[in-house]
């Protein structure tokens, strides 16, 4: 038997004639009809709203304006199609037919996380972001045990290169590298006396009350995580409604500049540290590199907001067709799939 599913609304008399044609053609096209009413569900008043009354019945669509015959085709269709599969003896499309018939817990779960998963994700960024900023607050506390928790948690997704990071609580928000070239700040060399090439002692280095105390993520990855952050706070205030940034604007706007920006600084550093005629050559055209502070922020948000623009949208593309297909679902089973029966999402 067909699943029918009628998309209407109250007081459309096309969808009352369309109800009433396939009523009619019952007998001589059996199934089984959910009548959903978009009323109250911005999703549904979006994607078949300019269309009422919509009629779904496999894969086939019909958008107003239709008559019975376009309904007859298209029953027709959809119950030759039907028949060809059964007939086919497809073990995958029998499990299919199976699934329709129940709602599962991942069904369940597939409805709530659709509904939510903006919620989750700006939650997890938040909580990602906000760890690195507590443990330099732990360590003025005198909770070292905590902090150092962080800290270790931390080192394995990123360097925290200290004269690359931010400093709470120090005479100075930024200790930069003296080939940063940053005017009016003390090198992390002459606040800490350690030797700016030696990168373990510049990881492990946290900070004192008079430098002030590291934050677990370098500044690039702050303002990355800080701009995913930004954007999705506001793509739930819009309503969702951002389109997805273009993908050869995410590549100009967010990749580039940061591939430029880190790419320069390591091919710098790796030429610069081998020895040999060879490598003096390539060190000379790539000379050695240190971004500076306001660079990593500005090309880590870029990144960040870019690619949170480029992905969100296409992640709700992906969460609203699964609504929409648990809508029909639902609808079909937990009304009983009676015809006249009307679904509110």
Known sequence: MLKVTLFSRKDCHLCDDAEAALGSLGD???????????????????AYGIDIPV???GPYT????????DLV????????R??????LGDQGYERRLQRGQNISGADRFAWWFSKRYMLIFNVFVLIYVSLPVLAPLL???GAVRPANAIYWTYSGLCHQLSYRSFFVFGEQPVYPR?????????????ITGLD??????????????????KIALCQRDLSIYGAILLFGILFVLTGKRIKALPWWAWVLVGIFPIGLDGGTQLVGMLFSSFDGAFWETLAQLFPLRESTPFLRVLTGFLFGFTTAWFGYPLVEESMLDTRLILTKKFAHIERGAVSGERFSS
């Not at 039907?82 to 007939?87: G, I, P, R, Y």
Request: hydrophobic share 40%; no cysteine.
């Open 82 to 87: 039907a028949k060809q599969l059964a007939s």
């Open 196 to 213: 700016e090439n030696a990168l373990i002692p510049a990881r492990q280095f946290r900070g004192d009350d008079q430098v002030g105390y």
């Open 55 to 57: 009629v779904e019945v």
């Open 28 to 46: 001589r096209f059996p199934h089984e009809l959910a009548v959903i009413d978009i009323e109250g569900s911005p999703e549904l008043e979006a």
């Open 62 to 69: 019909l958008k107003a304006p239709f008559d019975e015959r």
């Open 73 to 80: 085709m298209t029953l027709g269709a959809a119950q030759d």
């Open 139 to 141: 360590l003025r506390a």
């Open 178 to 190: 003296a080939a940063a070239g940053v005017d009016g700040y003390q090198t992390f060399n002459e």
